[in-house]
Every structure is written in structure tokens, then in C-alpha cells.
């Protein structure tokens, strides 16, 4: 058996004691700690908060040696790391579980830790002499874990709802286009799962359109929350051990270097007290989960069968659906969009319940809001894509189909009833499901409707228009006659 190669490590001390770390690592001794208390998820940190905090401990290295806080030699040193961060490097060193007790501390001195050994590198020294860079004095100068991770937690969600975004533009192009594509698609519009009256295939996808975009504004909305940091407040808000210009420059140098809209709260103390931001974000996109799950039931319906269902549309066939039925084909693609769905409704339930759990001046639960926040991006942007790309752009109409269900359907009887009235309309009605002939044909038999009249009265773009009706039609071709039946 082959040996396995030694370890070197180096002593590191904290405030609990003396601990061996890897010799090779770029975290140290309270990163190892947090390592060793928290594996709970199993999963690495995203990556993007990485890149958060990498933004901000270089914004905070720049901001202190403009107020003579940090030299320029540690400051330039602490820059660079962070660059590297920002460039792909050293993310293996951030270790702790997304889910840690201590608001957030632990992933904060992971990266302060990084930071702290990278620089030493990079001046020549060695990883863990803290006499040359501090991962507390210098990296987190002007600091305090309660402003740099909400203001991580902030960066990051705006940068994931980015994508999000663009993904949702995308889905409400192509449900724009197969709108235009349906217009003339003449369906069965339902209600409470029972035939209603004709509408257009068209217009229920223009309608799926439209909410899919008020989601996108909703979500815009909400997204303004997360540009107020509480940058400069450092532990409650106070802004103790921040020096006033380091206060007032902290942010706008965050902006300058990560190109992002972001103002300094007016009140650090509410700012750093209160997550209710996050809460209206997660709330927005709980809102728009529960608008594409909706738009996949229906999606689900209408293709069903193909054979004993609807089969008013057909989704593309993507993989087998089952592994003792021959040919059958599941609508895959809707349901893994359900269940993102699902999911995000029970990341936004323990978003609510984790920010209302805060108590006086800070929230301790931000670990798991973030956990929660970031997967319920990722997921409904990912899901999105594949919406969009593998069914909603390939979705086609079996118009003879839907045609036929219309025509065959006792639906089109409330077009009717304005000129025969609602009791003679209900007994057709129940004539035609009794027996199984069309409205069209009874209303003929009875005589109570000339093949004309029924023609214009029946029309089905005309039945799913608003504006002039069957009714309007006949009082303008026959007035006295038409008055008389409404009478």
C-alpha cells in the first residue's frame, strides 16, 4: 500500500489556544475551528460571496491607507490577494460550511485569514507570521463581521439576480413569440377546471407574458433594497473603531471597484438591526416561482394524453418517461420546474422566520438566510434556462384539435344566451351533454337561431374579442328582429 505523503503543519493561537494547521493552507487557526463545528451542509461556500468579500476587503485596504490607517506596502499587498481572489484563485481555502453559527463571523475571518497569508506571500514572509500582516489588525481594519456580511450577503444576491433576470427576459421573449406564433389557435378556455368559453391559444400565452414580466419589475423593485449598506457601522452600527473618513469613503470606494450601485444607509444602526430587504427579495422571487409552477400546470394539462388528455399542445419530447411503459414520454421539463418552485417556497419561509428571529442590534441568522437566498436564485435561473431552451421554444399546436373541442363543446352556449335568454340556453345545454350533439345543431333543430345568425354569433375569433358582440352584430343586420328575441 502506498504511503500516504506527510503533512507539515505550523502553530497557530487565537483566543482559545494553540492549533496545528496544514502547513500549505491559506486559512488558519479560527477558519480550522469553524471547519471542525460546523459541517453540516457538507457543501462549499458560493463562490460569488467569495468574490463579495474579496471586493470588500480590498475597498476597506484602499479606503484605510487613504485615512494613513494601513501603510501602502500592506495595503498594496492586501489588494493584490484580493485580486487574486476575485481572479478564480484560492477559493479551495474557504472551508467553512454555509451554515455556521456566529452571524457569519466564521466565513468572515476565512477570508480574512486568505487575504492575511496571501499577503505575507507576497512580502516575502511566510504563511501564518501575522507580525507582518494581521488577519484581524489589517485585513479587517475599520471592520466588523456584522457590516462586511450583510454588505457580502447584499453584493452577492444582486449579482445572481443579474443573471436571473436575464434568463426571465429570455423566457418572456419566447412566450411573446409563440403568442404571435398561437394567435390564430382557437382553443377551449377553461374555469375551475370546467369548459368556460373559446379563447385563443395566442392569448394565454401573451397572458403568461405579461405575468412573467410583472414578476421581472417586481423583482426589480425589491432588488433596490439591496443596493443601502451598512458598510462603516462595524458592530451595532456605531461605527466604533471606524475612523470618520474611513466612514465616509468606505462605500463609495466599494463602488468605484466592483462597478456596482450601492449607497451607505442612513441609519448603520437599523441597517446593521434589520433583514427585512432580504425578505422583500425573497418574497419577489417566491412570486415569481409560483407564476412559472402555474404556467407549467397549465403546460401540463394542455399537453396531456397524448391520446385520453387534452393534447391541445405538444411539448418537446426530451427523454424516455418510463422504464416499463414503451413510448411514453413525461412533461419533464414543467415538472423540475414545479419543483424548483417548491422548494423556493420553503427557502422563503425559512428567510421570513430566520429575519424575524434577530434580536436588538443584530441578526445572528444570516448564514442560513444567505443559504437559502442564493439557492432559490441559482435554481429558478437554471430552471428558467432550461424552460426556456428545452420546452417553451419548442412548444407546437394541434390546432384541428383544439378546433374540435370548441365546436363540440357546450361552452360556446354563453355566446348564445343573450339572444335566446339564460333558461333556454341552460336547457340546451344539458340537451347537448345528455345527448352528445352540438349546441349548433340543437339550436338549429329548435329553430331558435338561423345558420346566419349562428355564423356571427358563433364566431370564435369574434367570441374571444371584446368590442361588438354576436348581439351587436344582429341588431345592426336585423334591429326589430334582434330587439324581439331579447325580448
Same mark, same amino acid.
Given at each position: 500500500?502506498e504511503?500516504?505523503q506527510?503533512?507539515?503543519y ?6 482559545i489556544?494553540?492549533k496545528?494547521? @496544514?502547513g500549505?493552507?491559506y ?5 480550522m475551528r469553524?471547519?471542525? !463545528? ?8 458560493h463562490p460569488?460571496?467569495i468574490n463579495? &468579500?474579496?471586493?470588500?476587503k480590498?475597498?476597506?485596504?484602499i479606503t484605510?491607507?487613504?485615512v494613513?490607517?494601513l501603510?501602502?506596502k500592506r495595503a498594496?499587498?492586501?489588494?493584490q490577494?484580493?485580486?487574486?481572489? /476575485?481572479?478564480?484563485k484560492?477559493?479551495?481555502?474557504? =472551508?467553512?460550511?454555509p451554515i455556521?453559527?456566529?452571524a457569519g ?6 477570508a ?7 499577503a505575507?506571500e ?5 504563511k501564518?507570521?501575522y507580525s507582518i ?6 485585513v !479587517?481594519c475599520?471592520?466588523?463581521t456584522n457590516?462586511?456580511i450583510?454588505t457580502?450577503g447584499?453584493?452577492?444576491s444582486?449579482r &445572481?439576480l443579474?443573471n436571473l ?12 413569440e ?5 394567435d390564430?389557435?382557437?382553443?377551449m378556455?377553461?374555469?375551475?377546471m370546467?369548459d368556460?368559453?373559446?379563447i ?7 397572458a403568461?407574458?405579461v405575468?412573467v414580466m410583472?414578476?421581472?419589475n417586481r423583482?426589480d423593485?425589491?432588488m433596490?433594497e439591496?443596493?443601502? /449598506?451598512?458598510m462603516g ?5 456605531t ?6 473618513t474611513?466612514l465616509r469613503r468606505i462605500v463609495?470606494?466599494?463602488v468605484?471597484?466592483?462597478g456596482m ?6 441609519? /448603520?444602526i437599523?441597517a446593521?438591526?434589520?433583514?427585512d430587504p432580504f ?12 407564476t412559472l409552477?402555474?404556467i %407549467?400546470?397549465d403546460l401540463?394539462l394542455?399537453s %396531456?394524453g ?9 411539448l @418537446? ?5 418510463? %422504464? =416499463? ?5 413525461? @412533461?419533464?421539463?414543467?415538472e423540475v420546474? !414545479?419543483?424548483?418552485a417548491f422548494?423556493?417556497?420553503?427557502n ?7 429575519a424575524?428571529a434577530g434580536q ?5 441568522f444570516?448564514? =442560513?438566510?444567505?443559504y437559502?437566498?442564493?439557492q %432559490? ?7 428558467v434556462?432550461t424552460?426556456?431552451?428545452n ?5 407546437t ?7 374540435y373541442?370548441v ?5 360556446i352556449?354563453?355566446a348564445?344566451?343573450?339572444?335566446v335568454g339564460?333558461?333556454?340556453?341552460a336547457?340546451?345545454?344539458?340537451k347537448a351533454m345528455k345527448?352528445g350533439e352540438?349546441?349548433r ?19 370564435p375569433?369574434?367570441?374571444t374579442? @371584446?368590442g361588438?358582440s354576436?348581439?351587436?352584430?344582429l341588431?345592426?343586420?336585423?334591429p326589430?328582429?334582434?330587439?324581439r328575441?331579447e325580448?
Amino acid at each position: 500500500m502506498e504511503r500516504s505523503q506527510k503533512i507539515d503543519y505550523r502553530v497557530e493561537q487565537d483566543s482559545i489556544g494553540i492549533k496545528d494547521v @496544514p502547513g500549505d493552507v491559506y486559512y488558519g487557526v479560527q477558519t480550522m475551528r469553524a471547519a471542525e !463545528n460546523f459541517h453540516i451542509t457538507g457543501l462549499n461556500m458560493h463562490p460569488e460571496i467569495i468574490n463579495s &468579500l474579496a471586493y470588500i476587503k480590498k475597498a476597506a485596504a484602499i479606503t484605510n491607507c487613504e485615512v494613513g490607517l494601513l501603510d501602502k506596502k500592506r495595503a498594496t499587498a492586501i489588494v493584490q490577494a484580493c485580486d487574486e481572489i /476575485l481572479a478564480g484563485k484560492f477559493h479551495e481555502d474557504f =472551508i467553512v460550511d454555509p451554515i455556521q453559527g456566529g452571524a457569519g463571523t466564521s466565513l468572515n475571518m476565512n477570508a480574512n485569514e486568505v487575504i492575511a497569508n496571501r499577503a505575507i506571500e507576497l512580502l516575502g514572509g511566510k504563511k501564518g507570521d501575522y507580525s507582518i500582516i494581521n488577519p484581524n489588525d489589517h485585513v !479587517n481594519c475599520g471592520q466588523s463581521t456584522n457590516d462586511v456580511i450583510p454588505t457580502a450577503g447584499k453584493m452577492t444576491s444582486l449579482r &445572481l439576480l443579474k443573471n436571473l433576470k436575464k434568463e426571465l427576459l429570455r423566457l418572456h421573449a419566447a412566450l411573446s413569440e409563440k403568442a404571435v406564433e398561437f394567435d390564430s389557435v382557437i382553443k377551449m378556455g377553461r374555469t375551475q377546471m370546467q369548459d368556460a368559453v373559446p379563447i385563443r391559444l395566442g392569448q394565454e400565452f401573451h397572458a403568461y407574458s405579461v405575468a412573467v414580466m410583472r414578476d421581472i419589475n417586481r423583482m426589480d423593485k425589491a432588488m433596490d433594497e439591496m443596493c443601502t /449598506l451598512n458598510m462603516g457601522g462595524t458592530a451595532v452600527g456605531t461605527g466604533i473603531n471606524a475612523d470618520e473618513t474611513y466612514l465616509r469613503r468606505i462605500v463609495p470606494n466599494l463602488v468605484e471597484i466592483s462597478g456596482m450601485e450601492f449607497v451607505q444607509a442612513f441609519d /448603520l444602526i437599523d441597517a446593521t438591526q434589520n433583514l427585512d430587504p432580504f425578505v422583500a427579495v425573497s418574497g419577489a422571487i417566491k412570486a415569481c416561482a409560483v407564476t412559472l409552477s402555474k404556467i %407549467s400546470n397549465d403546460l401540463r394539462l394542455m399537453s %396531456s394524453g397524448p391520446r385520453a388528455g387534452f393534447a391541445e399542445i405538444n411539448l @418537446p419530447a426530451k427523454q424516455n418517461g418510463s %422504464s =416499463i411503459m414503451p413510448g411514453k414520454v413525461n @412533461p419533464v421539463i414543467p415538472e423540475v420546474v !414545479n419543483q424548483v418552485a417548491f422548494n423556493i417556497i420553503g427557502n422563503d419561509v425559512t428567510i421570513t422566520m430566520a429575519a424575524e428571529a434577530g434580536q436588538l442590534e443584530l441578526n445572528a441568522f444570516e448564514p =442560513i438566510i444567505f443559504y437559502c437566498m442564493f439557492q %432559490s436564485i441559482d435554481t429558478l435561473a437554471y430552471a428558467v434556462q432550461t424552460f426556456v431552451d428545452n420546452c417553451v421554444t419548442g412548444i407546437t399546436a394541434n390546432e384541428t384539435r383544439c378546433r374540435y373541442l370548441v365546436e363540440n363543446s357546450v361552452g360556446i352556449i354563453t355566446a348564445i344566451c343573450p339572444h335566446v335568454g339564460y333558461q333556454k340556453a341552460a336547457e340546451i345545454a344539458k340537451k347537448a351533454m345528455k345527448t352528445g350533439e352540438s349546441v349548433r345543431t340543437l339550436i338549429l333543430e329548435e329553430k331558435l337561431l338561423s345558420e346566419e345568425d349562428l355564423e356571427k354569433i358563433l364566431n370564435p375569433v369574434q367570441m374571444t374579442e @371584446p368590442g361588438i358582440s354576436g348581439k351587436d352584430l344582429l341588431l345592426k343586420r336585423n334591429p326589430i328582429s334582434a330587439r324581439r328575441r331579447e325580448i
